[in-house]
């Protein structure tokens, strides 16, 4: 018997019993739907983070110190940061690093902001006026701090969308306005625009950005207990071009191994990190999150096959007198075992196609919910669902159809 006359004829027994396949295809429509869903949205937060970090440029290099615990630099008030104002100082140096093209230091501190009776709480970022060109902020309104103010310890700060949202009412132009950082008086000077994700201290758009000098002297003592210098949480190297990071990398692990007094053989205390090593780090997360979704998923295309195999065995035992009378007029084994393989298949596949329908709905209903997610979906996703769906088509219909196959015609005709 060929193909087309298996394909006639399990279309026929599917529709003597519709309620019945339907409801079997129903598992593996939820399975594959779920998958692509699931899958999409996987990949989607990939490209949403690297997305994010190119927008911050691909020349940027972040040194921050050793930490014995995960987490943003300067979140644990007890551990001492090994990196100084002096390092940023021999880092700026031209001669020294030809490949820096700026270097901003950076202090991270959670403080609460207020305003009028509004108490909002945020990371602080201290840094340099050159700190948003490191960084490629924008200012929305206003201006960022000068050099003027850094000098002068000026009391000002530039805020992030977010937390001017929080902080003041809508009939308040923030720009002028005095609000209290841990209680001392800061005049708002200018609003950046909208970000999103940063590498570091959370959202760019819930922030506030103070002179580091103001900060050192009104904010917070960031004084070595050992040494007295200045320390800082990190600093971002931006490199000339991306060609210059690795000379840049190679140039600045010297300079800092010389002024931390760290010998030949000894460990770095500070870590050099480029935004490679965040998308690495990140894509490791999302490669495991999607495998483990689709994981959970794959639990739906397996419910499926069960229930394929289930109807397929339920329908061998209906059937048993028709497969007696085929194997009386001639048909071989094969014939038999080809005709039920081919109702099972088709079974998973119909499921399948209905499943991708349903999963490319759902893909589109999560990116018309959440706009920053491309959640499309891929070729690569549809033919693993296909594939997966034929998979489970033989896999589960292997048993019932070999089971068919084997019945003695005898016995098979004596069957009521």
Request: proline share 3%; no cysteine.
């Amino acid at each position: 018997m060929n193909l087309t006359e298996n394909i006639r004829i399990a279309f026929f027994s599917l529709g003597a019993n519709k309620l019945r396949a339907a409801l079997t295809m129903l598992g593996i429509m939820i399975g594959v739907a779920a998958v692509i869903t699931l899958l999409s949205i996987g990949d989607g937060v990939t490209r949403f983070i690297a997305e994010q970090f190119s927008g911050l440029g691909s020349n940027l290099v972040f040194i921050i110190p050793v930490q014995e615990e995960p987490g943003r630099p300067g979140a644990d008030p007890l551990t001492e940061s090994t990196l100084t104002l002096r390092d940023v100082e021999l880092l700026s140096d031209t001669a020294v690093v030809p490949g820096a093209a700026v270097v901003a230091p950076t202090v991270l501190r959670d403080v609460e902001l207020q305003y009028q009776g509004e108490v909002h709480n945020v990371t602080l970022r201290a840094s340099t006026p050159n700190y948003n060109e490191a960084l490629a902020l924008e200012v929305a309104r206003g201006t960022f701090y000068s050099s003027t103010d850094y000098n002068g310890r000026t009391r000002v700060t530039v805020l992030g969308p977010e937390t001017v949202e929080a902080l003041f009412p809508e009939d308040i132009d923030p720009l002028g306005e005095d609000i209290r950082i841990n209680g001392l008086s800061f005049r708002v000077i200018g609003i950046l625009e909208s970000v999103g994700a940063s590498s570091f201290g959370g959202s760019q758009d819930d922030l506030a950005i103070v002179p580091l000098t103001t900060a050192q002297e009104r904010l917070f003592n960031n004084r070595s207990q050992r040494t007295g210098d200045f320390l800082v949480d990190a600093i971002l190297v931006k490199a000339v071009d991306e060609a210059a990071i690795d000379s840049t990398i190679i140039d600045a692990s010297d300079v800092l191994r010389q002024s931390h007094n760290i010998n030949f053989r000894d460990e770095d205390d500070f870590q050099i990190l480029t935004q490679q090593d965040f998308l690495d780090a990140f894509g490791s997360v999302t490669s495991v999150l999607t495998v483990f979704l689709g994981a959970i998923a794959s639990i739906s295309l397996l419910v499926g096959g069960i229930g394929i195999m289930n109807i397929m065995l339920v329908s061998v035992t209906e059937r048993t007198r028709e497969i007696g009378l085929r194997k009386a007029v001639g048909a071989k084994r094969l014939d038999i075992l080809s005709q039920f393989l081919t109702e099972a298949v088709i079974m998973a596949v119909l499921g399948g196609v209905l499943g991708i329908i349903f999963g490319v709905m759902g893909a589109l209903a999560v990116r018309t919910a959440v706009p920053e997610l491309d959640t499309s979906v891929t070729f690569n996703s549809i033919a693993l669902a296909v594939g997966f769906s034929v998979a489970v088509g033989l896999f589960f219909g292997i048993y019932p159809a070999s089971r068919a196959a084997s019945l003695n015609p005898i016995d098979a005709l004596r069957f009521e």
